[in-house]
């Protein structure tokens, strides 16, 4: 008989994604795709650390800020304008809209100053580490910071899982990077035309009530 092949795992959710980097950090597993051990441990105990990382998502809302799909899904697509996603221009426009989409995304994250994303981590990565702190504010302080390196891997890490921490309304940058990317070049004017600004910003905050929790 012969063997089947493995149904490929479902992608964990955002929460489940943030406990298991809290059971890396707090078990001190050092790399869990070498590290048979700690991989369990991360595995079987991340359920601990799951308050912690509906906390982080809670307050990076709270600071504006939401976790998205750098691909967008197909819901995220057909939120973005019902109009394009209907009729004939239904089979073009995933690929209009992702362009859109990730052209937003890359302009944010090449001019993004990470300091209050990565503070929110630190300070949860403090809260996890010491759980006495939790009911005794007086013990938090500036030595949140301490925590700045691992909170930079943890950045990384969901970046390269495909998704970003992005804010909950556009900034100019995504706007005009948005525009740029639907600009269609005129030969008589010689001038670049895009979407109108408006469309665009529409379009992301369509997309991102639509996107994955």
Excluded: C
């Excluded at 209050?116 to 007086?138: K, Q």
Aim: aromatic letters at 8%; a negative charge; glycine letters at 6%.
């Amino acid at each position: 008989m012969r063997g089947r092949t493995p149904a490929p795992r479902p992608q964990p959710t955002i929460i489940e994604h943030f406990a298991k980097e809290f059971a890396k950090f707090l078990n001190n597993v050092q790399n869990n795709e070498v590290d048979i051990l700690g991989s369990f441990l991360i595995e079987n105990e991340w359920d601990k650390y799951e308050k912690d990382a509906k906390d982080v998502v809670e307050s990076l809302e709270l600071a504006g800020f939401m976790i998205v799909p750098k691909m967008p899904s197909d819901e995220m697509v057909a939120a973005a304008d019902q109009t394009l996603s209907k009729g004939m221009m239904a089979s073009a426009s995933r690929g209009y809209i992702s362009a859109v989409w990730g052209a937003m995304l890359n302009g944010w994250l090449e001019s993004r100053n990470a300091n209050l994303i990565l503070d929110i981590f630190s300070m949860a990565l403090a809260r996890a580490s010491n759980p006495s702190s939790r009911r005794d504010s007086s013990m938090f302080d500036a030595s949140f910071q301490r925590f700045r390196k691992q909170s930079q891997d943890i950045l990384a890490g969901l970046e390269k899982t495909g998704l970003a921490v992005v804010p909950d309304e556009p900034a100019p940058i995504m706007i005009a990077a948005g525009v740029a990317e639907t600009a269609e070049h005129r030969s008589r004017t010689n001038q670049q035309i895009g979407a109108d600004p408006t469309y665009i910003a529409k379009i992301y905050e369509n997309m991102l009530v639509a996107r994955p929790k």
